[in-house]
């Protein structure tokens, strides 16, 4: 888990601002960060929900008692992070609750929706390329019809309360200075007690069951990338907004094409021949076209040739990247018994000419230095 910035320097405050040099530095902030002025930002929007958090520990004075106090461990729950408290079933995030509870009116942490859900989509090069709509099956769970939501398969017999916690679905124990909440062993936190169980839901009261929804991903996604969906995520409940829908994509190497950014680079051999004497050559393009790349006389290997706006869109703007042709000049190989007099013929005029191997020239002019000290 990343480190969570200090909740001042993310407001960019000092620890000692007041009340109203907050709040006009979330609204400053939040204004600039907003989802709906950075739509598929997700820098942005992960910077909006930093500044958020902040703001709601900062802009409430028994919080930000508590966070100047303890820092993020104030307001941790659901376990031991790295190098974090354990404290049993909670963390010093249910402690807190405990003592600000009634204040806060439940929940901590402004957190008020439903779970966000994460979902992992696969798609190809040329997907990438054009921009595709994928359709994604999210499961979710749904009231079991079976047994109207009680969990119980005898309708006589409803749900009984837990005898363990009365109801509560947590129990309290004493542990050292602190008194710990933990979920009810007997009930295993729900509160009730089942007798029958339901066969289809096996007493959950709720069934899973998968919604499809279809995500346009857009074109020059970059591996990686996550895309939002808002309100995609788990149900919230009674007057809850749902969470969100994280689309993470990745995208899939292509057997010609590689991408840096927002360039495509393609390596093409070209014969020793063509190198050398200059041709035209074809070239696959990313849209599925052709294009036409001229080579001239005495190119080498490794050698790029641009074709400008021809790589992929980039994202939340209209440029476009580039296609970088590489040449790769090919030695034949099996040569028939007339190539090989020809080049035979080639190779014996080629000594001597030097002028011609502009490589070998600078190469073997420096290993001439080498053996004689200088290099
Ligand atoms: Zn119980
Ligand atoms: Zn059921």
Do not use: W
Not at 285 to 312: C, M, N
Not at 341 to 366: C, I, N, Q
Request: charge should be neutral.
């Amino acid at each position: 888990m990343a480190t969570k910035i200090d909740y001042y320097a993310a407001l960019e405050v000092s620890r000692d601002a007041n009340g109203d040099e907050i709040k006009r530095a979330y609204r400053k902030l939040a204004m600039k960060y907003h989802p709906d002025r950075n739509p598929g930002d997700a820098q942005a929007e992960s910077k909006f929900k930093e500044i958020s958090e902040a703001y709601d520990v900062l802009k409430d004075d028994q919080k930000r008692a508590a966070y100047d106090r303890f820092g993020h461990a104030a307001f941790e729950g659901g376990g031991p992070g790295p190098g974090g408290f354990d404290f049993g079933g909670g963390g010093l995030g249910d402690i807190f609750e405990q003592m600000f509870g009634d204040m806060m009116g439940g929940r901590r942490g402004g957190r008020r929706s439903g779970a966000d859900i994460q979902v992992q989509v696969t798609i190809t090069f040329v997907e990438a390329f054009a921009g595709v709509k994928k359709e994604i099956t999210i499961p979710t769970r749904v009231t079991c019809k079976s047994c109207d939501g009680t969990g119980s398969a005898d309708k006589d017999q409803p749900p009984e309360t837990c005898p363990s916690c009365h109801g509560a679905g947590k129990v309290r124990a004493q542990q050292g200075f602190f008194s710990i909440e933990r979920p009810c062993p007997t009930c295993h936190g729900t509160g009730r007690l089942i007798r029958n169980p339901c066969k289809e839901c096996h007493g959950a009261g709720t069934v899973e069951k998968n919604r499809t929804i279809e995500v346009a991903i857009p074109a020059g996604v970059e591996d990686g990338t996550r895309i939002r969906i808002t309100g995609e995520g788990e149900a919230g409940g009674k007057g809850v907004p749902a969470g969100d829908l994280y689309v993470h994509v990745s995208v899939e190497a292509h057997a010609i094409f590689q991408r840096d950014g927002a360039n495509i680079y393609c390596r093409v051999p070209v014969r020793m021949g063509q190198a050398a004497l200059g041709t035209e050559i074809e070239v696959p393009v990313v849209d599925g076209s052709r294009a036409k790349v001229k080579i001239p006389a005495g190119t080498q290997t490794g050698e790029h040739f641009r074709l400008r706006g021809k790589g992929f869109s980039v994202l939340r703007s209209s440029a476009r990247g580039d296609m970088y042709i590489q040449v790769v000049v090919e030695t034949p190989r099996h040569l028939s018994k007339r190539q090989r007099e020809l080049l035979e013929e080639f190779e014996a005029d080629a000594v001597g000419h030097a002028k011609g191997s502009p490589e070998s020239t600078g190469f073997f002019s420096k290993v001439k230095d080498f053996f004689e000290g200088k290099l």
